[in-house]
């Protein structure tokens, strides 16, 4: 019974999902599922991300966190356009809550949207929410079993961000060991090694997202 519930859930899930995506696609906007745990850096990079394409890309947030609207007024202050989501203790966004998000933008302005997922590493990669791709952050402080532990939302994502390099030296992260990892479960995933606070690495990563803004625009995936 619990496994045909699931299977609902998810099977409802996906078909909001593919309605999200047609939705985003007749207007060219690339949406970024951004996911990791709690800490991992997903928020300060975004600030960084909005500071570095305020002038390239038109770019708005849809903000997931369990109660607090902490994170949504970060971003808002950075003059984005920002919707929050509250799960109230859920442990993912699903489709449902951010086509309820998407009614408060205005698509036609935007190029770019983010979805800043609820802090975690196996829930959010189970439901996709109508994104183009799905992007993990993982800190150095987290260790470098996160891949073989978690390996599905590697195994999802198109890109990992491996943040707070510049503490690899008082922490105990192979990082050799780590890549090899990740690139055992997704064969040419993208891999930036980024430092948000000192902004080592954003460039490479806004250049990462607006190939693929600019692909979108042209009516590629």
């Known amino acids: 019974m619990e496994v045909q519930v699931m299977k609902n859930i998810l099977g409802a899930n996906e078909e909001t999902a593919e309605s999200n995506k047609k939705m985003f696609d ?3 906007i690339y949406v970024l599922n951004l996911m990791g745990s709690p800490g991992a850096g997903k928020t300060c990079l975004l600030e960084k991300t909005i ?32 919707v929050q989501i509250n799960t109230v203790g859920g442990c993912h966004l699903d489709a449902a809550m951010v086509e309820k998000a998407a009614d408060k933008l205005n698509l036609e302005e935007l190029d770019l949207i983010i979805v800043e997922n609820v802090g975690n590493l196996v829930c959010p ?9 799905k992007a993990v952050v993982i800190s150095i402080t987290e260790g470098d079993d996160k891949p073989s532990k978690y390996p599905l939302i590697f195994k999802e994502s198109a890109v990992c961000l491996l943040n707070k390099v510049d503490l690899l030296e008082h922490c105990d992260f192979n990082m050799e060991g780590a890549k090899k990892d990740i690139a055992a479960l997704h064969p040419g995933m993208d891999i930036i090694e980024i430092y948000c606070k000192k902004e080592h690495g954003v460039d490479a990563w806004c250049d990462w997202l607006v190939k693929r803004v600019e692909a979108k625009k042209g009516g590629a995936k």
């Open 26 to 28: 007749y207007a060219h």
């Open 51 to 82: 500071r570095h394409l305020k002038d390239r890309v038109r770019l708005a947030v849809i903000e997931g966190d369990l109660f607090t609207d902490k994170d949504a007024a970060r971003i808002e202050k950075l003059g984005a356009p920002v």
């Open 125 to 133: 990669a189970e439901f996709a929410v109508g994104e183009d791709e």
